[in-house]
């Protein structure tokens, strides 16, 4: 059964109708276009659909888009406000920290979300939060200094 459903994406008050069983990935990707928020998959293990919902972190594809009625959604496209980046997302170019960039956009988020409730993490807390979400490309070093760094700007 199709209904329509109204939540605020990057700051932006979006209306979509969906069916009962469409994922918030599905909604956010493929109705909306906001290509930042990634497909791997869709089993909830890779982490690339990670998204910020009412200032958590959750795995968009394991999430129906029913339950986002109301919520706020921030992906890390919706960090760079009036043409500046966030300092997390500074911090990922400055220190090279992707390379096929496929995954960065999940690390943006989460690093973002990470640093705003633990401004000042020790490496084996950036490591442990981290766990959840796969890179292919990297051995990790590149975002785990980007984290670091981009610390004293969350403080």
Not at 2 to 16: C, D, S, W, Y
Not at 36 to 59: F, I, R
Not at 77 to 88: M, S, T, V, Y
Not at 123 to 133: A, C, L, N, P
Request: aromatic content about 8%; proline content about 3%; hydrophobic content about 40%.
């Amino acid at each position: 059964m199709a209904r329509v459903i109204t939540f605020t994406l990057n700051g932006e008050k979006r209306t979509v109708e969906v069916e009962d069983n469409e994922t918030l990935l599905d909604v956010i990707r493929y109705k909306l276009k906001e290509t930042s928020v990634k497909a791997g998959c869709w089993k909830g293990e890779c982490g690339l659909c990670t998204v910020e919902m009412n200032g958590k972190l959750v795995k968009s594809c394991m999430v129906l888009a029913v339950e986002a009625d109301g919520a706020e959604i921030l992906t890390a496209a919706g960090l760079a406000r009036e043409g500046k980046l966030a300092p997390i997302q500074k911090a990922f170019i400055e220190h090279n920290a992707f390379q096929c960039g496929f995954c960065t956009p999940a690390y943006v988020i989460a690093a973002h979300n990470f640093l705003k409730n633990n401004p000042n993490p020790t490496r084996e807390q950036i490591k442990h939060f981290f766990s959840g979400i796969l890179c292919r490309c990297t051995g990790y070093l590149q975002i785990i200094r980007a984290i670091e760094d981009a610390a004293k700007y969350y403080k």
